[in-house]
């Protein structure tokens, strides 16, 4: 099958926006423009190959025409999409147009997925699929710089990614575990090699000067797991090198969130969610050093750090089904220590998410 995602975006971006590691929003890019534009962000095929065993039905949604497969199949996506559109997913926190909205409770906030500055690239990813376990591994192209626009010619710089999915029945529920390994291999800076430059030229410390062909290793471990048919649970661990500097996602080298979600079934409102997740998020020490002597990063980054501590968050949101296939989410998010700062914050996010689909 051939998916094809044409986006006309409205504008709204980031541009040199720094004041929180884990961003408030997963609809804003990491790039805009005063006026809408045309972007294809999506253009990929996906094959699968039945392999026996008992068949499944598969229910039709965005990027998914839906259809009988196999319980054993292996399916191979290649072309232009998001590495979390099949890496890293959770069913109940990963799509900011229906649950949760914060970067480090949609994704494991470590993991430095292979994109450009708006969450895209070209790869490929094969999945092996058997009745309780799935092995998915993938190979895509870096941008030609850290969080750039553009990506490598040539997948010159690249990102090799493996998951291993293994479900299971806990108490009578459902249940998913997925372990996940990632290294990025590219031209990247340390941080500690910027602080040194900076100090021997009376410098701000710049990780773009001191940037050499060098590897990033990264793990997360994401949970999931059904309470009763109106409630579900997940949790994300991950963790990165905190040597060298983000590449694509964010400014995080550590990071744990957990929450859950109900169905408003118990309220006679069964089209409804109500959902409550907490993040915590913290930089290595070498970060902090390079971020103490005035470094920026891809999102932080105030001159200073003379007091650093973990940036937690807390997530809530209620999700109210108007009329068939309109909802309205009020969401509320507190933030502690922003951008690892202990002298700036707490800060309070309020937003409103009008959301309607065919």
């Given at each position: 099958?051939?998916y094809?995602?044409?986006?006309?975006?409205?504008?709204?971006?980031?541009?040199?926006?720094?004041?929180v590691a884990?961003?408030?929003?997963?609809?804003?890019?990491?790039?805009?423009?005063?006026?809408p534009?045309?972007?294809?962000?999506?253009?990929?095929?996906r094959?699968?190959?039945?392999?026996?065993?008992?068949?499944?039905?598969?229910?039709?949604?965005?990027?998914?025409?839906?259809?009988?497969?196999?319980?054993?199949?292996?399916t191979?996506?290649i072309?232009?999409f998001?590495?979390?559109?099949?890496?890293?997913?959770?069913?109940?926190?990963?799509?900011?147009?229906?649950?949760?909205?914060?970067?480090?409770?949609?994704?494991?906030?470590?993991?430095?997925?292979?994109?450009?500055?708006?969450?895209?690239?070209?790869?490929?990813?094969?999945?092996?699929?058997?009745?309780?376990?799935?092995?998915?591994?993938?190979?895509?192209?870096?941008?030609?710089?850290p969080n750039?626009?553009?990506?490598?010619?040539?997948?010159?710089?690249?990102?090799?990614v493996?998951?291993?999915e293994?479900?299971y029945?806990?108490?009578?529920?459902?249940?998913?575990?997925?372990?996940?390994?990632f290294?990025?291999?590219?031209?990247?800076?340390?941080?500690?090699?910027?602080?040194?430059?900076?100090?021997?030229?009376?410098?701000?410390?710049?990780?773009a000067?001191?940037?050499?062909?060098?590897?990033?290793?990264?793990?997360?471990?994401?949970?999931?797991q059904v309470?009763?048919?109106?409630?579900?649970?997940?949790?994300?661990?991950?963790v990165?090198?905190?040597s060298?500097?983000?590449?694509?996602?964010t400014d995080v080298?550590?990071?744990?969130?957990?929450g859950?979600?109900?169905?408003?079934t118990?309220?006679?409102?069964?089209?409804?969610?109500?959902?409550?997740?907490?993040?915590?998020?913290?930089?290595?020490a070498?970060?902090?050093?390079?971020?103490?002597?005035?470094?920026?990063?891809?999102?932080?980054g105030d001159?200073q750090?003379?007091?650093?501590?973990?940036?937690?968050?807390?997530?809530?949101?209620?999700?109210?089904r108007?009329?068939?296939h309109i909802?309205?989410?009020?969401?509320?998010?507190?933030?502690?220590?922003?951008?690892?700062?202990?002298?700036?914050?707490p800060?309070?996010i309020?937003?409103?998410r009008?959301?309607?689909?065919?």
């Amino acid at each position: 099958m051939f998916y094809v995602n044409p986006e006309i975006d409205q504008g709204f971006g980031l541009s040199d926006t720094l004041g929180v590691a884990r961003f408030p929003s997963g609809e804003a890019y990491k790039a805009g423009k005063a006026q809408p534009y045309f972007r294809l962000q999506r253009a990929f095929v996906r094959q699968r190959w039945n392999l026996g065993g008992e068949e499944q039905t598969i229910e039709a949604g965005p990027n998914e025409f839906g259809g009988a497969l196999a319980a054993d199949n292996v399916t191979l996506t290649i072309g232009k999409f998001s590495v979390v559109d099949v890496f890293d997913t959770n069913t109940y926190a990963h799509d900011p147009r229906a649950d949760f909205l914060n970067w480090s409770v949609i994704d494991a906030a470590a993991f430095d997925y292979a994109a450009d500055a708006w969450g895209y690239t070209v790869g490929a990813a094969l999945e092996w699929t058997r009745s309780w376990w799935t092995l998915r591994g993938g190979f895509f192209d870096l941008s030609n710089v850290p969080n750039s626009k553009t990506l490598e010619p040539r997948f010159k710089e690249f990102e090799l990614v493996a998951e291993f999915e293994g479900r299971y029945e806990w108490n009578g529920h459902p249940g998913k575990a997925r372990l996940l390994g990632f290294v990025n291999h590219g031209r990247m800076g340390g941080y500690g090699a910027a602080v040194t430059l900076g100090q021997a030229t009376g410098t701000t410390p710049d990780t773009a000067a001191v940037r050499q062909v060098a590897s990033r290793p990264g793990a997360a471990l994401n949970l999931e797991q059904v309470i009763r048919a109106d409630l579900g649970a997940f949790a994300r661990f991950s963790v990165n090198d905190g040597s060298k500097e983000a590449y694509e996602f964010t400014d995080v080298n550590k990071s744990a969130s957990l929450g859950v979600l109900w169905k408003g079934t118990a309220w006679n409102r069964p089209a409804d969610t109500f959902g409550v997740a907490a993040a915590f998020n913290d930089i290595s020490a070498a970060a902090r050093a390079y971020f103490a002597a005035g470094g920026l990063g891809i999102l932080i980054g105030d001159g200073q750090l003379p007091r650093a501590g973990s940036e937690n968050i807390v997530e809530t949101f209620y999700s109210l089904r108007l009329v068939d296939h309109i909802t309205l989410t009020v969401n509320y998010q507190y933030v502690v220590n922003p951008a690892y700062n202990r002298d700036r914050g707490p800060v309070s996010i309020f937003a409103l998410r009008l959301h309607g689909e065919l």
